[in-house]
């Protein structure tokens, strides 16, 4: 990426060449001085912005970002010191102030080539904070005013493959997440489905098992019930209490017969005649 960052200075050379070239020589002389005189006196945010100038070189940002602020508190939106300000902070990485000074910049500059200077930066800061497709966006706008700036397009280029790049991991990240959740569900599924057949095979282990002990239990109770034609079998207390019993049974019997057999037996007495 070719990290440029374009650099407003203001030139009074530029204003001399115009003015010898439009007048004669010793008008021309007077009006010069008597411009240099008139930046002097009235429009100090312009000295201050080539001391701002002079400490950006130095690599001094921070130095540079406080004589531009003070030439803006001279003269508010003094279009050098707003967009040079902007190099400042971006030069210590603050990449959201720089943002915001070049998107002013852009706002009210009316020559087309500064616009694009500060769509490029913008560009560039955008980049930076991986905002891709917004730093392609901020290099679109300036290759619109400016179509032959080949750092411009270099960078556009550049944004664009890594936005198809973070547009692709996107949607292998996309992907990856739906094909776990379509193994998560069949997972899920598969174990409603083992916990299903378990239960299953549980109940039917427990019909099982409680018919085999119903069935035992009918067995026992079989076995406890005497068959048809077949004698109970008595215990030898049980035995016992029932020789008893016929012992008791048959001492009534005989106490009974022998009370029967002593009771007097009325005899009839023929009348003498």
Known sequence: MTARISHITPCVRRIAASLF???????????????????????EERGLTR?????FTKGKYA??????KKALEKKNNFPEAVF??????????????????FEQFAKTAKDP????????????AQLDKEEYEKAVDAYKQALKLNPEDRDTRYNMAYANAK????????????????????DQNKDNKD??????QGKGDKEKKDDKGQKDKDQQGKGDKDKQQPKPGQEPKLTKEQAEKLLEALKAEEQKAQDKMQKKAAKPVEVQVEKDW
């Open 21 to 43: 070239a439009s007048s004669p020589l010793r008008f021309s002389c007077v009006m010069l001085f008597a411009v240099v005189a008139l930046s002097a006196s009235a429009q």
């Open 51 to 55: 001391d701002g100038n002079k400490l």
């Open 63 to 68: 130095d540079a970002e406080a004589a531009y």
């Open 84 to 101: 040079n300000l902007g190099d400042a902070i971006y030069k210590q990485k603050r990449y959201d102030d720089a943002i915001a000074q």
């Open 113 to 124: 080539k500064q616009k694009a200077q500060a769509y490029h930066n913008l560009g560039n």
């Open 163 to 182: 936005l198809r790049k973070e547009q692709q991991q996107n949607q292998q990240n996309k992907n990856n997440k739906n094909k776990d959740n379509k």
């Open 191 to 196: 174990q409603d489905k083992k916990d299903q």
